[in-house]
């Protein structure tokens, strides 16, 4: 199926405030692995079949594909225009070439980007070298090595192919006109859009899961936000965890580390001291607690986290380490999303924010809910057409069966 919708997730237990792992049975190559329900009409349902013929009858009036669909679309044509058209020539493998080589490989390698094929390594060479690389994702250092190789030799056909699957993730998104405001998290590139009209009115960096714990892709509704929230220490964290480095350090551990203790999960629940819990059999799983961490700086979600409710635990937040915003690789965290900026973020969801000085946690409902996309590209537009990215969760292999079947894999 194109679209799954979640089925709730039953557990003997509270989960915490960690992600749900997405089942090993659901292939995310394409397919949302939630929807809520009243954002259902928006993402759309259909299989994959003919999807090339989406192009021809897409329009940028009300009611077409999302514009980034479009822009994808303009990019496959532009992109067989000139990287599908050129001679299918395969180089062999050997030393790397380098500006100022000769010889067979480098007539070779002029020929498959278009060029006179008597020559040498040559400026000109090198700036299709360097443009090709740009493109397809490579470091465009000139140099033509393993990678570059590797990905001349594959030729156009696997790209293409890419190019589609990217298409099919944004025809999942809103329509034109379906929304007035909504938010698209792209954990391929690592950066949320704040959508207007469909136009992007302001982006930023996040962090995203993993590859080991990689943010799904799904559509939800944001509907209430917590300023100085707490954190549910997840249950199978505190005995593989909490509950180890109590035995070892001492029930002090608790209070460095700003824990308190609870009796139960209900809003009823009581405070317990941490010298009266057997952490021997908390360890075992053969007692359960409630461990959570105050508000304040040291605490996980940061300042304020961002609900929208789903099967799988995923929510927007603060973090009290902006640094990590500053780096390349943002694929860190346990599924959920962490923002760069969650006061302007706040300000564009809310419009008019609400006011956090109590300290406590507080909950505030959004005057109207906001739909939040999660999706996952790894081909972008640009130069020649699109830019390919890397695809850290590898899910481009997954969509390729569901594509193409096994033809195309």
């Known amino acids: 199926m194109a679209l799954l919708i979640g089925a709730p997730v039953h557990s003997a237990q509270p989960l915490g405030d960690e992600p749900i792992a997405v089942p090993k049975v659901i292939k995310q190559g394409i397919d949302f692995v939630y929807v809520d329900p009243q954002v259902s009409t928006a993402a759309r349902r259909q299989r994959p079949h003919n999807w090339l013929q989406r192009i021809f009858g897409s329009t940028r009036e009300q009611g077409g594909p999302n514009p ?42 002029r020929r498959r980007l278009g060029l006179p094929e008597a020559g040498t390594f040559d400026a000109n060479l090198a ?116 509950a180890k480095r109590v035995l070892q350090q001492g029930p002090a551990y608790i209070d460095n580390f700003h824990y308190e203790i609870l009796s139960d999960w209900t809003d009823a629940a009581q405070r317990l001291d941490p010298r009266t819990i057997n952490w021997k059999t908390v360890a075992t799983g053969k007692s359960e607690i409630r461990v959570r ?3 304040g700086p040291w605490n ?72 939040v996309l999660m999706t996952y590209l790894t081909v972008a537009p640009g130069e020649g057409g699109v830019v390919f990215r890397p695809d850290p969760y590898r899910l481009d292999a997954k969509a390729i069966p569901q594509m193409f079947g096994h033809e195309g894999a």
């Not at 993993?210 to 939800?220: C, D, G, L, R, Y």
């Open 300 to 371: 996980s979600m940061g300042e304020m986290k961002f609900e929208m409710p789903n099967d799988f635990g995923i929510y927007l937040h603060d973090t009290p380490h902006k640094e990590l915003f500053r780096q390349d690789n943002r694929w860190l965290s346990n599924g959920c999303v962490r923002l760069e900026d969650y006061r302007r973020f706040a300000g564009w969801v809310f419009r008019d924010p609400p006011r956090t000085g109590s300290g406590a946690e507080e909950t505030y409902e959004l005057p109207r809910p906001v739909p």
């Open 127 to 242: 700036n299709a070298v360097a443009l090709f690389q740009r493109v397809h994702g490579i470091a465009p250092d000139g140099t033509v090595g393993r990678a570059t190789i590797t990905a001349l030799n594959l030729g156009p056909r696997p790209f293409e192919q890419r190019i589609a699957i990217n298409m099919e993730r944004t025809w999942r998104l809103p329509a034109m006109g379906k929304f007035d405001r909504y938010v698209v998290v792209d954990a391929g590139s690592a950066n949320a859009m704040l959508m207007v009209r469909d136009r992007v009115a302001d982006s930023m960096r996040v962090v995203v899961g993993s590859p080991k714990t990689p943010t799904p892709m799904m559509a939800v509704l944001l509907r209430r936000a917590r300023s100085n929230p707490y954190w549910n220490v997840p249950p199978d964290l505190i005995r593989s965890l909490t």
């Open 68 to 109: 980034l669909f479009q822009q994808l679309a303009e990019g496959l044509d532009r992109y067989r225009a000139t990287w599908g058209s050129l001679p299918a020539v395969r180089i062999p493998a050997g030393p790397a070439l380098k500006p100022g080589a000769s010889g067979p490989r480098v007539r070779l390698l």
């Open 293 to 295: 961490q105050l508000p």
